[in-house]
C-alpha cells in the first residue's frame, strides 16, 4: 500500500545546533516533493520544492535533499533558532501526464521545538 | 494582495445538523482544494478544483460531504448530518498550478468544526 511516513512524530534539539527531518515514501512516484511549516492554530506554509530530477536545493539555512532511490527526502535546519520551532510537513506532488497531478499526498508532520 | 480566506473561523453544531464552510482563494488561483486535520495528525485530502475541468471527488469520506465552486472564485464544503467524527479542522488552498507544473499551496487558516 502506499505510505508517507516522517521519522518523528516530534525532534528536540539545541539552538545553534542543525535540525534534520526525514520523510520516506513507499509505492509513490512522486513529481515533486514540497515542505512545508505549520504553526499551532494556522494553515500550511509552503517552504522548499524540489524535483525529482534534483538532488538537492537550498533557501537561506534550510536545505532539502531527494533521493529517488532510497524513496526518501531530508530536510535540514542549519543554525536553528527558537523561532524555528513548529510542525515540518513533507508532501508529495505526484506525477500526471501534464505534470503535477494536483494533490498532495501530506505526511503527518514532525514537531520541532529548539530550545534556547 | 490578500491571501485565502475562510469563514468560520470556528464552528460548534449538534450532531445531525448540517454545514457549510466557505473558502475565498487568493484571485487569478485556478487551483483550490479541501483538507481535513484532525487533531494531531496530518492533511488529509478531500476535494480538488481545477479551472473549469470536473473535481476531483476521491477524497471525500462519505456522501454526506460536498462541495462546490462558482468558476474561479469562492468554494463551499457542506457537510449533512453531522457526526462526532468530523470534528476537525477543515484547511482550504489554492494554487495557480494544476497540470502545467509544480504546485505550491497557499493555505487559510481553517475552520475549526466541533461537534457535539
Known amino acids: 500500500s502506499q505510505k508517507i511516513e516522517q521519522n518523528s512524530e516530534a525532534l528536540n534539539i539545541q539552538e545553534g545546533k542543525t535540525a534534520t527531518l526525514t520523510c520516506n515514501y513507499t509505492?509513490?512516484?512522486?513529481?515533486?516533493l514540497q515542505w512545508y511549516r505549520q504553526d499551532p492554530g494556522r494553515g500550511p506554509v509552503f517552504l522548499l520544492l524540489?524535483?525529482?530530477?534534483?538532488k538537492e536545493k537550498r533557501k537561506e539555512r534550510l536545505k532539502v535533499t531527494f533521493d529517488t532511490t532510497l524513496k526518501q527526502s531530508l530536510f535540514h535546519i542549519t543554525a536553528s533558532q527558537p523561532a524555528d520551532s513548529a510542525t515540518y510537513l513533507c508532501?508529495?506532488?505526484?506525477?500526471?501526464?501534464?505534470?503535477?497531478?494536483?494533490?498532495?499526498?501530506f505526511g503527518k508532520g514532525t514537531k520541532l521545538s529548539v530550545k534556547p | 494582495g490578500a491571501g485565502v480566506s475562510q469563514s468560520p473561523s470556528n464552528k460548534v453544531t449538534e450532531k445531525g445538523k448540517d454545514v457549510e464552510l466557505r473558502c475565498d482563494p487568493i484571485?487569478?488561483?485556478?487551483?483550490l482544494y479541501w483538507y481535513r486535520q484532525r487533531l494531531g495528525q496530518g492533511l488529509e485530502f478531500l476535494i480538488y478544483?481545477?479551472?473549469?475541468?470536473?473535481?476531483?471527488k476521491s477524497g471525500l469520506p462519505s456522501d454526506r460531504f460536498s462541495a462546490e465552486r462558482t468558476g474561479e472564485s469562492v468554494s463551499t464544503l457542506t457537510i449533512q448530518r453531522t457526526q462526532q467524527e468530523d470534528s476537525a479542522v477543515y484547511l482550504c488552498?489554492?494554487?495557480?498550478?494544476?497540470?502545467?507544473?509544480?504546485?505550491?499551496?497557499?493555505f487559510g487558516p481553517g475552520t475549526r468544526l466541533t461537534v457535539l
Open positions: 488552498a489554492s494554487s495557480l498550478a494544476g497540470t502545467s507544473g509544480y504546485n505550491e499551496q497557499f
Open positions: 509505492n509513490y512516484s512522486p513529481a515533486y
Open positions: 524540489i524535483r525529482e530530477n534534483e
Open positions: 508532501a508529495l506532488d505526484l506525477m500526471n501526464y501534464g505534470g503535477s497531478q494536483g494533490n498532495l499526498i
Open positions: 484571485s487569478g488561483h485556478t487551483a
Open positions: 478544483f481545477q479551472g473549469n475541468s470536473a473535481p476531483d
